[in-house]
């Protein structure tokens, strides 16, 4: 198992969260699976940004981004270097730092409403 430390957000997980998270699992079904409901409004098939994660440490460990990830993350909202769309980051065996972005591009949003 790998550990995967979660940043607080004020909304999906105020107090941050540690999560132990199969090698080979998304970051997303990660953070699903353990209560954190991160949005993934296009069902997790990397065609949309509301499942977008900075990987504060651990970033190398990741897979490289395909074509069509990287051209999807040119419209996340607050895109840093580090950043990656938490249904294509694939955990591997070194520990994970994430922090889902306060903001979130949505037209339509799964949880009722545009996010801000």
Known sequence: M???LVLPHVE??????????????SVCDALLENGIDI????????ACTTCHVIVRE???????ADEL?????DKAWGLEPNSRLSCQAIVAATPLVIEIPRYT??????????KK
Not at 16 to 24: K, M, Q, T
Not at 69 to 73: A, F, S
Not at 106 to 113: D, P, T, V
Request: proline residues 6%; hydrophobic residues 30%; contains cysteine.
């Open 105 to 114: 591009i949505n037209l339509a949003s799964e949880g009722g409403g545009p």
């Open 58 to 64: 651990g970033f190398q460990s990741l897979g490289e």
């Open 39 to 46: 949005e993934h409004a296009c069902e997790k098939s990397c």
């Open 69 to 73: 990830e990287e051209d999807m993350l």
């Open 2 to 4: 790998t550990q995967v």
């Open 12 to 25: 999906l997980c105020p107090d941050g969260a540690v999560l132990e998270v199969e090698p080979g699992e």
